[in-house]
């Protein structure tokens, strides 16, 4: 039987306010994060203090929404929050069921089935992450330079060098790391970036995202399009990925070459 866990987030929605559901895209996992907004889909609710909320999505695959005053899953009658962690969730098995057979994509472990309680209505995603954060009503699709979807500053280097004719750069976040570890258990967090400098333009081409899952915490180092290619236990240093960044700049150098770039 389905169970919906209260999950500990920022910010505290309005028990009486509304809430509006904008949906864009279904995020593909390593998508062109230049060309795809964080909040291309997102919820936006009213916050107890008044200002505006918002929940955006890590890894997004599916969402649902419909009226009701009775939650939908057994909730222990927990009212500490107003965001839930679904245990044992149907629905999630069959997402899981019908992209493995389809795709071979595994959902079970990377993905989490959330309920968000609001006055007289429920809205539920499958997704990897969420992240809370307040935006102005002015610009509620903004996404400032502190969230996790996006690039970290150009300004934030700490290591460079040059790789098979490549100059890369390495920029990495300025959060600490305690911060960053109790943030990552709501979705991946930016830890450092390795980008190339190509034709005059400096390009991120990997990145490394700390994500803590039941109370163990992974590095992951992701690519465009390529998603997850390697993975460590704990808080990773650039150094921890070198083999996967020589390897990686080797194709794109050898890439380059035949098209006599």
Known sequence: MSRAMPMPVPLKADAVGPCRLTFGHLSVAG??????????????????????????????????????????????????????????????????????????????????????????????????????DTV????????RTDHPGSTLPLGDVVDQGEAHGLSWQVRSTEVDQQTLVVNSELCSQRLFEFSLSLDGKDSVCASALVRTRDGRTSTHLTRPWAGVVASVRGVAKPQDFAKEWDEYCHGVAERRREMRK
Do not use: C, K
């Open 136 to 143: 102005p009503a002015s610009d509620p699709f903004t996404v």
């Open 31 to 132: 998508a062109d994060e230049v060309t795809r907004s964080p909040a291309d889909n997102a919820l936006f609710f009213e916050t107890a203090e008044g200002s505006l909320g918002r929940v955006t999505f890590e890894g997004l695959d599916a969402m649902r929404a419909s009226r009701g005053e009775v939650a939908p899953y057994d909730d222990g009658h927990d009212f500490s929050s107003w965001v839930y962690n679904v245990l044992d969730s149907t629905w999630l098995a069959e997402r899981h069921a019908y992209e493995w057979s389809n795709y071979e994509t595994p959902l079970l472990e990377t993905h989490q089935h959330y309920l968000f309680r609001f006055h007289d209505e429920f809205v539920e995603a499958i997704a990897q992450g969420i992240w809370v």
